[in-house]
């Protein structure tokens, strides 16, 4: 899987949009971007996922730039229980059956 | 979404003994199911891959005789820490991999373990 490089930590006003920056330059072709977040001492919770297309689900948007070589989160208005630590994944087709290999992330603290 | 359940969601227990911790996958069935460890303030490490029916695939370092994994059902999956120890004590997660084109993990709450 190709490796994915976050910012440490970003902080966003709420009721702002939050974006979420995500590099992952080797990713190959038939790579997924996965963005999951774990609020504390929870699991992990799913969040989008995209292969070259921009995604929008009813919690967020994913933009993927043309050569892949980066995507960014979009949560468009950012509330108080949206601090979490975000995760960025590019992973092979097959989330059932390949693990996720999760790195340190980028914890988000939304501020009133 | 896809819902997994895991339980018990704490555990203390005295060292030596066995604690085994439940993960269900709720609404869905999955032929595949990961066990992760995450220490405080570290990130997620994948601990084995659970497949129904078969053994599990453990990752390097981890030993398969002290994490027993047994997947007996599409919809369940039991991870057994035998003869815990206090440096096991972790926040143990599993997840459950939906089937498809654009199939996706979804992972349990977690159970916080505490060996004394």
């Known amino acids: 899987d190709a490796k994915t490089t976050q910012p440490t930590s970003m902080d966003c006003a709420e009721g702002r949009a939050a974006n979420l920056p995500c590099n992952h330059s080797t990713i190959s072709g038939n790579e997924y971007v996965y963005w999951y977040r774990q609020i504390h001492s929870q699991g992990p919770q799913y969040i989008i996922h995209?292969?070259?297309n921009n995604e929008t689900n009813e919690m967020a948007s994913l933009i993927i730039t043309e050569d892949r070589k980066s995507s960014t989160l979009i949560l468009p208005h950012a509330t108080l229980r949206d601090t979490a630590v975000y995760y960025c994944?590019?992973?092979?087709?097959?989330?059932?059956?390949?693990?996720?290999?999760f790195g340190q992330g980028t914890i988000l603290t939304v501020h009133p | 979404g896809a819902v997994v359940s895991q339980h018990p969601s704490w555990v203390i227990c005295k060292s030596g003994t066995s604690v085994k911790i439940e993960c269900r996958s709720l609404d869905f069935q999955a032929t595949t199911m990961f066990w992760y460890r995450q220490f405080p303030k570290q990130s997620l490490m994948l601990m084995a891959t659970?497949?129904?029916?078969?053994?599990?695939?453990?990752e390097q370092g981890v030993e398969k005789d002290k994490f027993l994994i047994n997947h007996a059902s599409l919809t369940l999956s039991t991870l057994t820490v035998t003869s815990a120890h206090p440096e096991d004590s972790s926040f143990y997660i599993c997840?459950?991999?939906?089937?498809?084109?654009?199939?996706?993990?979804?992972f349990g709450p977690g159970t916080r373990l505490t060996v004394l």
């Open positions: 659970s497949n129904e029916g078969s053994k599990a695939t453990y």
């Open positions: 994944i590019a992973t092979s087709g097959g989330t059932s059956y390949g693990k996720l290999t």
């Open positions: 997840s459950a991999g939906t089937s498809g084109p654009t199939d996706t993990q979804y």
């Open positions: 995209g292969l070259k």
